[in-house]
């Protein structure tokens, strides 16, 4: 490649600094950065104990439910959608949704204490294997 440059009359110093630079750009996106890992001093169980246990899992899932039939957020979506069915499923990013058969849906933050009742009501449900919505894979049923 040099070789085919300095024959169309660049200059030699300038096309080895080009050959440097493309080397260098090549070599640091070749070689990724080395990851770093924090050791725990929890043993195994704990961790995992820590993982999969759910926040207000001593609650019955009756009692939940009432708590988010009780939210001011969620009983402003279900007046709107009444006689309609309304699904509750959680988000990638941590947040949830409602959605209704009707095809409207509510996206609740996931620093909100609607969305972190939600997510206790569905990993309930989900761990129960209460109220799963037959019609929509990875949805709790919240009103049919």
Partial sequence: MATIL???????????GLLSVGKNIFE?????SPV???????TFTTELESATS???SSKPISTLRQELLNDPAVQSF???????????Q????????ILSSSGE????????????LIH??????????????PHRPGSVLLQA
């Fill in 120 to 133: 206790t009501y569905y990993d309930k449900c989900v761990q129960e294997g209460a109220f799963l919505s």
């Fill in 28 to 32: 640091n996106l070749s070689n990724p």
């Fill in 78 to 88: 279900l007046s709107a959608n009444e006689g309609n069915e309304v699904y509750l």
């Fill in 54 to 56: 759910l926040a207000d």
């Fill in 36 to 42: 770093h890992f924090q050791k725990s001093n929890n």
């Fill in 6 to 16: 300095l024959t169309q009359g660049m200059n030699s110093v300038l096309a080895s």
């Fill in 105 to 116: 849906s509510m996206i609740l933050a996931n620093n909100s204490r609607t969305n972190h």
């Fill in 90 to 97: 959680k988000r990638a990013d941590g947040s949830s949704q």
